[in-house]
T-cell receptor, first 112, second 112 residues
Framework: KQEVTQIPAALSVPEGENLVLNCSFT??????LQWFRQDPGKGLTSLLL?????REQTSGRLNASLDKSSGRSTLYIAASQPGDSATYLCAASGAGSYQLTFGKGTKLSVIP | DARVTQTPRHKVTEMGQEVTMRCQPILGHNTVFWYRQTMMQGLELLAY????????DSGMPKDRFSAEMPDATLATLKIQPSEPRDSAVYFC??????????FGPGTRLTVT
């Protein structure tokens, strides 16, 4: 059974700092890995999706990497802004499976 | 701007009462997911529908939970009878494939 872990559970950084969020998964036979953002009281918004054949995806100031052999993914946020404050969740899906297994998220606070 | 809508947004009820949560998927989407989010367990998949047919509801307590799609524009999740441990945020998500999921804002359920 796939398990997804995100450490730390919370992170506070000053505005402008570059930061990395971590995600680890136990089963390397994943189909893809996604990063989501969740704002308080709202649903999840997909940020980046990395297929198993890819090593990274970029969108604006966000860059997500995937290392299947080590069971790890990272989300890099450049030049953080207060508007980046939210909870970030990663989710892994297995080959041929519709199930997304979510981590519990990292709550990011960017201090002005 | 197409969005998944969920009603009600908040629900407070007493133990033993029936609770019905509704979801309107994005028009044209043929997959619908129900998730439950708690601090302890994170996001858990409850049910998955494709073309209105339930493909997986193994995540739901069968004795009290039921999920249906009466038509393509409405998905329902019912709890009867409700218990305090059902207190959580319930999310509906829709998409055209299992890895492309658009989340609704959620229904926050409190059972006293």
């Amino acid at each position: 059974k796939q398990e997804v872990t995100q450490i730390p559970a919370a992170l506070s950084v000053p505005e402008g700092e570059n930061l990395v969020l971590n995600c680890s998964f136990t089963d390397s036979a994943i189909y893809n890995l996604q990063w989501f953002r969740q704002d308080p009281g709202k649903g999840l918004t997909s940020l980046l999706l990395i297929q198993s054949s890819q090593r990274e995806q970029t969108s604006g100031r966000l860059n997500a990497s995937l290392d299947k052999s080590s069971g790890r993914s990272t989300l890099y946020i450049a030049a953080s802004q207060p508007g980046d404050s939210a909870t970030y969740l990663c989710a892994a899906s297995g080959a041929g499976s519709y199930q997304l297994t979510f981590g519990k998220g990292t709550k990011l606070s960017v201090i002005p | 701007d197409a969005r998944v809508t969920q009603t009600p947004r908040h629900k407070v009820t007493e133990m033993g009462q029936e609770v019905t949560m509704r979801c309107q998927p994005i028009l044209g989407h043929n997959t619908v997911f129900w998730y439950r989010q708690t601090m302890m367990q994170g996001l858990e998949l409850l049910a998955y529908f494709r073309n209105r047919a339930p493909l997986d509801d193994s995540g739901m307590p069968k004795d009290r939970f039921s999920a249906e799609m009466p038509d393509a524009t409405l998905a329902t999740l019912k709890i009867q009878p409700s218990e305090p441990r059902d207190s959580a945020v319930y999310f509906c998500a829709s998409g055209l494939s299992y890895y492309e999921q658009y989340f609704g804002p959620g229904t926050r359920l409190t059972v006293t």
